[in-house]
Antibody, heavy 122, light 109 residues
Framework: EVQLVESGGGLVQPGGSMRLSCAAS????????MNWVRQAPGKGLEWVSG????????YYADSVKGRFTISRDISRNMLFLQMNSLRVEDTATYYC???????????????WGQGILVTVSS | EIVLTQSPGTLSLSPGERATLFCRAS???????LAWYQQKPGQAPRLLIY???SRATGIPDRFSGSGSGTDFTLTISRLEPEDFAVYYC??????????FGQGTRLEIK
């Protein structure tokens, strides 16, 4: 059974940094694209960043480019999101999400974590 | 970037009725790269449909997707009590940007 478990959220001041982690199990982690999707309170879904399932390519939404960095540790089946220069508008629940098919980059997601809340506020 | 506009914003129906949800793209969505998700309060989204019309694993056949180009539809043939939720369409492809619609809330009438 696929499991994705996020950790590392909480309260941070504007301009601060935070690192989210996603522990993956139940599938061959290295062969799937992995992504972060966020949802501001009471709002819709926004794709944030993705790690390619076909290599080491990373992708970012324009809203976070230059501030967020996605990475992975295949040996530990872990996905990370380093978030710097955080803004109030980054406040959201962040979900770790797995691409449906291995060895592809289609960016649609068949498994999601439970989400972790990040609050950016002074 | 492709903008997805979902309609209606809220749909009020009764169990047993048929639900039709719409998703319109600002430009043509390439090669059937359109998905639908269901989200219930306090839960993560769940993939329902991908490739416009393919049901994800474990999704009942009362859910169906159709459309092409810029206009897409999610149909729930006979609503069950557990179907009342928020539904999002998403366009995807071999590279970002990936975008979601703003959602349609399906509520019990």
């Amino acid at each position: 059974e696929v499991q994705l478990v996020e950790s590392g959220g909480g309260l941070v001041q504007p301009g601060g940094s935070m690192r989210l982690s996603c522990a993956a199990s139940g599938f061959t982690f290295s062969t799937y694209g992995m992504n972060w999707v966020r949802q501001a309170p009471g709002k819709g879904l926004e794709w944030v960043s993705g790690f390619s399932g076909t290599g080491d390519t990373t992708y970012y939404a324009d809203s976070v480019k230059g501030r967020f960095t996605i990475s992975r540790d295949i040996s530990r089946n872990m996905l990370f999101l380093q978030m710097n220069s955080l803004r109030v508008e980054d406040t959201a629940t962040y979900y770790c999400a797995k691409d449906r098919s291995p060895w592809t980059d289609y960016f649609f997601f068949d498994s999601w974590g439970q989400g972790i809340l990040v609050t950016v506020s002074s | 970037e492709i903008v997805l506009t979902q309609s209606p914003g809220t749909l009020s129906l009764s169990p047993g009725e048929r639900a039709t949800l719409f998703c319109r793209a600002s430009q043509s969505v390439s090669t059937f790269y359109l998905a639908w998700y269901q989200q219930k309060p306090g839960q993560a989204p769940r993939l329902l449909i991908y490739g416009v019309s393919s049901r994800a694993t474990g999704i009942p056949d009362r859910f169906s997707g159709s459309g092409s180009g810029t206009d897409f539809t999610l149909t729930i043939s006979r609503l069950e009590p557990e179907d009342f939720a928020v539904y999002y369409c998403q366009q995807y492809g071999r590279s970002p940007p990936i975008t979601f619609g703003q959602g349609t809330r399906l509520e019990i009438k």
